[in-house]
Nanobody, 117 residues
């Protein structure tokens, strides 16, 4: 069973920062494009950022200049550094692994980010 485990969410004031982490097995991690998505209650899940096995990144427009996605291929952990957070960034943040061997996509359980004063 594939598990992706997120951590790092919480409550932060506007303008603050958070670092999200996502860990999974090496077997999945080394052959997956990893990504972060977010979803608000009643809303659709939307892309935040992705990073390929080679380190190429892609960001949603709202994330450009504020968020940084990275991956540690030795520790099998992906990160999302979120800076200058805004109330609109409040959502459940989900880790995703697009496994190229089978083309399956796996999801974590999500971590809540709340931006509020």
């Amino acid at each position: 069973q594939v598990q992706l485990v997120e951590s790092g969410g919480g409550l932060v004031q506007p303008g603050g920062s958070l670092l999200l982490s996502c860990a999974t097995s090496s077997a999945i991690f080394r052959d997956s494009t990893m990504g972060w998505y977010r979803q608000t209650p009643g809303g659709q899940r939307e892309l935040v950022a992705t990073i390929t096995t080679g380190g190429s990144t892609d960001y949603a427009d709202f994330a450009k200049g504020r968020f940084i996605i990275s991956r540690d291929n030795f520790a099998n952990i992906m990160y999302l550094q979120m800076n200058n957070l805004k109330p609109d960034d409040s959502a459940g943040y989900y880790c995703s692994a697009q496994y190229r061997v089978t083309n399956n996509r796996y999801w974590g359980q999500g971590t809540q980010v709340t931006v509020s004063s």
